[in-house]
T-cell receptor
Framework: AQSVTQPDIHITVSEGASLELRCNYSYGATPYLFWYVQSPGQGLQLLLKYFSGDTLVQGIKGFEAEFKRSQSSFNLRKPSVHWSDAAEYFCAVGANTDKLIFGTGTRLQVFP | SQTIHQWPATLVQPVGSPLSLECTVEGTSNPNLYWYRQAAGRGLQLLFYSVGIGQISSEVPQNLSASRPQDRQFILSSKKLLLSDSGFYLC?????????????FGQGTRLTVV
C-alpha cells in the first residue's frame, strides 16, 4: 500500500528566505504525487502535481517540486517566501487506484 | 466549471446524537467522491470513498458510515456520535479516470462533539 511521510511537523522561516518542505513516499511503482496547501479552517488547494515526464514540476504561487525516484522523495521548494505563504502543506500520493493518501502535513510559519 | 458544496460549515452536537453531513458536486458526472477527517497532527485520514452510486469503500473501522444516493451526492452519517468523532471533515471529488488524479476539496465541516 502507498504511504507518505512528511518528517517536518513545523517549519519557521523569515520572509524572503528560501523554503524546502520534505516529502517521502512509499509505493512499488511510479506514483502520482501532489502538493496541497491549506489555510486555517479552509479546504485544500492543489499547488502542483507530478504524473510523469520532467521530474521538476512548476506550480502555482511560485512553488516547484522535484521528483527523485532514487530517494523516493518529492520535496516542495520556493526561492523566496512571502508572509502569505504561511499555511499547512500536505504531500499526497496516488496510484492505479481511486485513493489519494496524504501525509501528516507541515505547518509553515513566516516571520517578517 | 465544477464546484463542490459541503455543509454545514460548523456543527456542535452532543454525545449520542445522530450526524448527517452532506456534500454535492456540480458541473461534472460520475465523479469519485471522498470523505476525509483531519485531526491535529494527524494529517488527512481517508474515511470513505465511492466510485459510483451505492458503491462505498470504508478505509477504517469506526462509528461513521457513508452513502451515495445520487451520482453527485455523498453523505456522511452516524447514529450515535462519540467524543472521538470531533474533527474537521472534508469532502472531495476527483474525475473518474481509473488512476488517481488530483482531488478537489470542499471548505470542510468543523464538528465538535460535546
Amino acid at each position: 500500500a502507498q504511504s507518505v511521510t512528511q518528517p517536518d511537523i513545523h517549519i519557521t522561516v523569515s520572509e524572503g528566505a528560501s523554503l524546502e518542505l520534505r516529502c517521502n513516499y512509499s509505493y512499488g511503482a511510479t506514483p502520482y504525487l501532489f502538493w496541497y496547501v491549506q489555510s486555517p479552517g479552509q479546504g485544500l488547494q492543489l499547488l502542483l502535481k507530478y504524473f510523469s515526464g520532467d521530474t521538476l514540476v512548476q506550480g502555482i504561487k511560485g512553488f516547484e517540486a522535484e521528483f527523485k525516484r532514487s530517494q523516493s522523495s518529492f520535496n516542495l521548494r520556493k526561492p523566496s517566501v512571502h508572509w502569505s505563504d504561511a499555511a499547512e502543506y500536505f504531500c499526497a500520493v496516488g496510484a492505479n487506484t481511486d485513493k489519494l493518501i496524504f501525509g501528516t502535513g507541515t505547518r509553515l510559519q513566516v516571520f517578517p | 466549471s465544477q464546484t463542490i458544496h459541503q455543509w454545514p460549515a460548523t456543527l456542535v452536537q452532543p454525545v449520542g446524537s445522530p450526524l448527517s453531513l452532506e456534500c454535492t458536486v456540480e458541473g461534472t458526472s460520475n465523479p469519485n467522491l471522498y470523505w476525509y477527517r483531519q485531526a491535529a497532527g494527524r494529517g488527512l485520514q481517508l474515511l470513505f470513498y465511492s466510485v459510483g452510486i451505492g458503491q462505498i469503500s470504508s478505509e477504517v473501522p469506526q462509528n461513521l458510515s457513508a452513502s451515495r444516493p445520487q451520482d453527485r451526492q455523498f453523505i456522511l452519517s452516524s447514529k450515535k456520535l462519540l467524543l472521538s468523532d470531533s474533527g474537521f471533515y472534508l469532502c472531495a471529488w476527483s474525475p473518474r479516470t481509473g488512476i488517481t488524479t488530483e482531488a478537489f476539496f470542499g471548505q470542510g465541516t468543523r464538528l465538535t462533539v460535546v
